[in-house]
C-alpha cells in the first residue's frame, strides 16, 4: 500500500495537481500553486520529500520504525 500524504499538506496539494496535469499530458510550474502555500523557494523541498517518503500520512501508525 503506498503512502498518501495527508489532505492539505504542500506533499498532497501538489501530488494532486500534478496528477491532474499529467492526466492531461501536461506540466506544472510554481505559478500553477499559488495562493496553496507552494511558492517558488520551496517546491524544490516538496519534490525532494515526496521522492523519499518523507512527509506525514495518515498510515503513518502502519509503518514499522527504521533503526
Not at 58 to 66: A, G, P, T
Amino acid at each position: 500500500m503506498p503512502l498518501i500524504p495527508k489532505i492539505g499538506s504542500l506533499e498532497q496539494i501538489f501530488l494532486s495537481k500534478a496528477m491532474e496535469a499529467a492526466e492531461k499530458g501536461e506540466g506544472v510550474t510554481f505559478l500553477d500553486f499559488v495562493g496553496t502555500g507552494i511558492t517558488e523557494e520551496n517546491i524544490d523541498q516538496i519534490v525532494q520529500n515526496l521522492r523519499n517518503g518523507m512527509f506525514g500520512s495518515d498510515d503513518d501508525k502502519s509503518l514499522k520504525e527504521d533503526a
